[in-house]
């Protein structure tokens, strides 16, 4: 269990209702986003996550800059201090 | 390669290049013998090509497919208001030669598609990315992996961007940290808005990272993904890496993208009005089309080699490019409201004008 800063950023800042920074304490990332669903409710879950309540494919999550597709995914492990970054993917131009 | 040197000209308009540690005379002549291919003619890809000309590199190849609208002024400086209805290429071409008439520029008024992607990005050492959909940038992304060619990856939308380089073989690709991702989950310049300075930003570090590459120096951005959002004044570098499981670098990739094969497709609107673009696929002749609009007593907006625009009628903006792209830019109150009946209204102004078929 760690207390972690979170960051958002974009279109995502809407699902949590203008929020762009908060602290929350969570052991993993799959236990942070169910803290932001009971937080940020039904426009948090509909916008991030899928039916099956994975982060949809354009959300991004970075736990100290590094990806968690490259770490351990929804089961990333959090500790205090750990900075989260919670982005859409860019597409325009 | 024999190198040639750089001439009394040349040693004159890039002094401070050569004066400059970094590129140096060695390194203006990498620069001069440099090709370059740039995907997208619109907010990234007019800065970008500005820089790299002046800059003089040898080569730019510039594809995009659409043409210049007044909603693009404010921030794709390279047109101005005469170029309103040219094709971004055909506009991009005169605007850049006599920027720097030493730089060879090829202009090429296509949209990219699985089957002709190979053949846009071959015998350059860098493609650059100022493509505005997700789907043309796994086009492009697939092709580069498969031809091993560097490309640098850029994207903004609103107050924020990324950039990140992609080395075949060495590096992720785009689909490693960004796959299945859909254009319709996307924000889109035409309903959330896009700064002008971002795209400067963003447009010059992958510039930055382009002549990186053609300084044989190593890009900063392998593996990094780079994130500004101006609004909030971040600046981050996140951490990615080959993904093990990633078809593209697999080479496993055999699906071509549908979204993108598709004839017609509707892309966001612009100066108030809807636009679909439909790809006929088929090279057109300018000139007759021009003649015949002409003998029809339709009014030409705009005309130039590549391409032209002509008003069909007072709710039909119609653009025709040289190598099949047709663009539809319908008024509200015009009744093309989806896809099929643009596709049904551009057969009937095909057989009139006689403009080939989707
Ligand atoms: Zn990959």
């Given amino acids: 269990m760690g207390k972690v800063k979170v960051r958002f950023f974009g279109g995502l800042i809407e699902a949590t209702g203008g929020k762009k920074e908060v602290e929350v304490s969570a052991s993993d990332i799959s236990e942070l986003l169910d803290e932001f669903v009971k937080s940020f409710g039904e426009s948090f879950k509909k916008r991030v996550l ?17 990806d968690i597709r490259f770490l351990d995914s929804l089961k990333t492990k959090l500790k205090d201090k750990d900075s989260v970054i919670i982005m859409p993917a860019v597409g325009g131009g | 390669m024999e190198r040639t040197d750089l001439t009394d000209e040349d040693l004159e ?14 390194g203006q002549s990498l620069l001069r013998d440099g090709r370059v291919c ?74 990219i598609r699985p089957s002709n992607v190979e053949e846009l990005i071959e015998g350059v050492d860098v493609v650059i990315d100022g493509l505005d959909t997700i789907g043309a940038r796994y086009i492009l992304n697939r092709a580069a992996v498969k031809l091993k060619m560097p490309y640098v990856f850029g994207a903004a939308i609103q107050t924020f961007g990324n950039v990140s380089t992609f080395i075949p073989g060495e590096t992720a690709c785009l689909e490693c940290f960004y796959p299945g991702l859909r254009d319709e989950d996307l924000e889109k310049c035409a309903t959330v808005g896009v700064f ?50 990633c078809p593209t670098c697999r080479g496993a990739r055999t699906e071509v993208s549908r979204s993108l094969e598709k004839a ?9 009005r809807g636009v679909f673009i439909i790809d006929t696929r088929k090279s057109l002749n300018v000139e007759s089309i021009s003649n015949k609009l002409r003998i029809e007593g339709i009014i030409l907006k705009a005309e130039g080699k590549l391409g032209l625009t002509f008003e069909y009628n007072d709710k039909v903006r119609v653009s025709v490019l040289k190598e099949g792209v ?27 004008l006689g403009l080939p078929l989707a």
């Fill in chain 1, 50 to 66: 899928d039916d099956d309540g994975a982060p949809r494919p354009f959300v991004n999550i970075y736990v100290n800059n590094k």
């Fill in chain 2, 196 to 245: 002008t300075p971002l795209l400067d930003i963003v447009s010059s570090i992958e510039v930055s990272e382009a002549i990186r590459i053609l300084l044989k120096k190593e890009p900063h951005l392998k593996n990094r993904l780079m994130f500004v959002d101006l609004e909030n004044f971040c600046f981050d570098l996140l951490e990615i890496s080959k993904n093990a499981n």
């Fill in chain 2, 38 to 111: 740039l995907l997208g003619a619109g907010g990234l890809g007019s800065p970008i090509a500005l820089k790299l000309v002046a800059m003089g590199i040898g080569y730019l190849r510039i594809i995009d497919r659409d043409v210049v609208s007044r909603s693009d002024l404010h921030r794709q400086y390279l047109y101005d208001e005469s170029c309103i209805g040219l094709p971004k290429v055909e506009a991009a071409t005169k605007r850049l030669s006599i920027l720097n008439s030493s730089v060879e520029i090829d202009p090429i008024a296509t949209s």
């Fill in chain 2, 264 to 272: 017609v497709s509707s892309v966001c609107g612009r100066d108030g």
């Fill in chain 2, 326 to 352: 047709v663009i539809l830019q319908v008024a509200s109150g015009s009744g093309i409201h989806n896809e099929e009946v643009a596709l049904r209204t551009y057969k009937s102004i095909a057989e009139r």
């Fill in chain 2, 13 to 26: 308009r890039y002094s401070r290049q050569i004066t400059l540690n970094y590129i140096g005379y060695e």
